[in-house]
């Protein structure tokens, strides 16, 4: 997990983002049921775009890449089954992988106990050592979040380490190049810290150790 920046509200949901909201809450209090796609407007191709531009195409909470093996979904930060009116709330929408948005679910109501990476930095709450995310001694939200969305699960865990593994490979061909190629892979290394990289905080902790 990585500390995310809002980008700019699509024109879609300033426009409708009100009337979209309004129509769900006076559903919900005539009880008569919304249709699918009145629940669902915030899925729209131009709300995605930029969620998917913002996140780098990564789930905002495990760094997984998403694109390349699957849609991924338009994630609630704070529920919207636990408060309707932030269903179609920008600063309350991110990408996420299937995994993470299905172990998420309605857990943290009201964003109460859960490490938000658009809000909170990540590197203030978490120890990323080798391929695990843990929770820092003491920090009760970390440790929700990492239990909640099992941050170390056996598959994410695995995907980390082959990170570090290729980091690892390219530290030693550097250390092996001469003198005016080794300034290049350097830089050329130093890319893979970069927001868009797969498991960049994981890389962004280790590879200090490994080019000591």
Not at 28 to 50: F, L, Q
Not at 154 to 179: C, D, F, G, S
Request: net charge neutral; glycine share 4%.
């Amino acid at each position: 997990m990585i500390k995310l920046k809002k980008l700019a509200e699509p024109e879609i949901l300033v426009n409708h983002a009100a009337a979209w909201t309004k129509t769900l809450i006076e559903k919900i209090a005539s009880g008569t049921p919304a249709t699918d796609g009145e629940k669902s407007r915030y899925r729209h191709a131009d709300i995605k775009k930029v969620l998917v531009k913002e996140t780098n195409g990564k789930c905002a909470y495990c760094e997984s890449k998403l694109l390349h093996v699957t849609y991924g979904d338009v994630e609630h930060i704070v529920p919207k089954s636990t408060k309707v009116d932030v269903t179609f709330e920008w600063s309350n929408l991110t990408l996420a992988c299937d995994v993470c948005n299905t172990n998420k679910s309605d857990k943290f109501s009201h964003g109460v106990g859960f490490v938000d990476p658009y809000v909170d930095d990540p590197v203030d709450h978490f120890n990323f050592v080798g391929g695990l995310v843990l929770a820092k001694p003491g920090d009760h939200d970390a440790r929700l979040t990492e239990e909640t969305l099992k941050l170390n699960r056996t598959e994410l865990v695995e995907r980390r380490n082959q990170r570090i593994r290729y980091l690892r490979e390219q530290v030693e061909v550097i250390r092996h190049a001469p003198a005016n190629l080794q300034q290049v892979l350097i830089a050329s290394l130093q890319q893979e810290l970069d927001d868009d990289k797969e498991y960049a905080a994981i890389a962004r902790a280790c590879l200090p150790c490994l080019m000591a």
